[in-house]
């Protein structure tokens, strides 16, 4: 239940991630850390900040929508198909990015983060497409692909780069690089395959993914390596010792 959500267990002691109290775990005084006007003050606090409504001259503004006045109408317009719809846009637009850059999600910042350029500006759609366009994050982004999709320079060289997942060779442009990982149909297929395979199977392709050298994957569910190839990987899930 969402209810309970922020509620963790830390070295047997219940803690509330939101308000950083350590409650007894007794069903008493979750009900009432739960109800207390704290908690529920930073629950409407994060509620607010996740949708990006900033109080500004004692008025409420969405920074989404550019729309000010809002101090009586909050919930309504948090859940009004106009304000979603903009959610959504910069959702979509981020992903699309690879999802490098963070959201605000918790009572620390108000502020979106670019997690691979360590850069903070505010939450709306045209600062965040500015900083998407920048050569600045379009050079770190090209950088922090490589490593998550299997891509490598060849002989340590700046010339040429190399796909593992494909397998082909393509030149070391920002511009090579986003259109293989971004728009390139069978790269984005063949590595869609292999993550969905392995995901919920306690297999590992991390280092298959960034060490040219490495041709398996880590099952560590059976402490054994497996040859990174889809055949491989799914006779080995399917398998009797796998499935114990
Ligand atoms: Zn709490
Ligand atoms: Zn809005
Ligand atoms: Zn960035
Ligand atoms: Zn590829
Ligand atoms: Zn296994």
Redesign the pocket.
């Known amino acids: 239940m969402a209810y309970y959500d922020d509620l963790t267990k830390d070295n047997d002691k219940l803690k509330c991630t939101l308000c950083m109290d350590i409650i007894p775990g007794n069903k008493t005084y979750i009900e009432e850390h739960l109800n207390s006007d704290n908690h529920k003050d930073r629950i409407l606090q994060r509620l607010l900040i996740t ?3 900033v109080i500004y001259h004692n008025d409420m503004h ?6 000010k006045n ?1 101090q009586l109408s909050v919930g309504p ?2 859940l ?1 198909s ?2 979603q719809k ?2 959504e846009q910069i959702k979509v637009l981020v992903e699309a990015d690879g999802s490098f850059i963070e959201l605000p999600n918790d009572l620390n910042s108000n502020k979106v983060h670019c997690l691979i350029c360590d850069d903070y500006f505010a939450f709306k759609m045209c600062d965040i497409e500015d900083h998407i366009k920048r050569n600045t994050h379009r050079r770190t982004r090209a950088i922090a692909v490589q490593p998550l999709n299997g891509i490598f320079s060849v002989n340590c060289s700046d010339g040429d780069l190399w796909c593992k997942i494909c397998p082909t060779y393509f030149e070391n442009y920002i511009e090579c690089i986003f259109e293989h990982v971004d728009n390139n149909k069978k790269h984005k297929m063949e590595l869609g395959k292999l993550l969905r395979l392995v995901e919920g199977q306690n297999i590992n392709i991390e280092k298959y993914l960034i060490d040219p050298s490495e041709d398996k994957a880590m099952c560590e569910k059976c402490d054994t390596k497996v040859p990174c190839n889809l055949d491989n990987l799914e006779r080995h899930i399917k398998g009797e010792r796998h499935r114990k």
């Open positions: 949708n990006g409504m969405c920074l989404l929508c550019n729309e809002l317009h948090i009004s106009c304000h903009h959610l």
